[in-house]
């Protein structure tokens, strides 16, 4: 389980990815997103992660009432964009206890453990097994 720890004002998480980790710190603000010391647009230039990134704040209506500062390492885009948003929804959570069950019915609670398989020895790939010739 992830360590999740919040005041009134302030909360904070650790949302996970494939090999990508995103620590979110949470505040109340104006509705800030910096990730890595740059806003989120800047950050993800893709509407699609950013709709993605955005998504616990946009279910639970808190896009204009929240600082959101968080600090992502490790993964590509997709992965690290999903690794702030599920930590933006765990520290979401540990700041007020009532939004869990929009987040949980969305599916925003639970960490995709879905990961590349490791490759095996004698194979090309995880699974993929030599080419069979003839001669």
Excluded at 6 to 31: E, H
Excluded at 35 to 61: C, H, M, W
Aim: proline fraction near 4%; charged fraction near 30%.
């Amino acid at each position: 389980m992830a360590k999740a720890t919040s005041t009134d004002s302030m909360a904070r998480a650790v949302g996970r990815r494939k090999t990508a980790a995103a620590r979110v710190r949470l505040s109340t603000g104006k509705g800030a997103i910096t990730v890595n010391g740059r806003d989120y647009k800047q950050y993800f230039p893709t509407q699609i992660l950013q709709e993605r990134v955005a998504l616990p704040l946009t279910i639970t209506s808190k896009e204009t009432d929240l600082d959101i500062s968080v600090k992502v390492e490790g993964g590509g885009p997709r992965g690290q964009a999903d690794a702030v948003c599920h930590g933006i929804a765990r520290a979401l959570v540990a700041w007020n206890e009532d939004l869990k069950p929009a987040l949980k019915a969305e599916g925003l609670m639970t960490r995709d453990s879905r990961a590349k398989e490791r490759k095996k020895p004698g194979l090309h790939k995880a699974r993929r097994a030599h080419q069979w010739r003839k001669r």
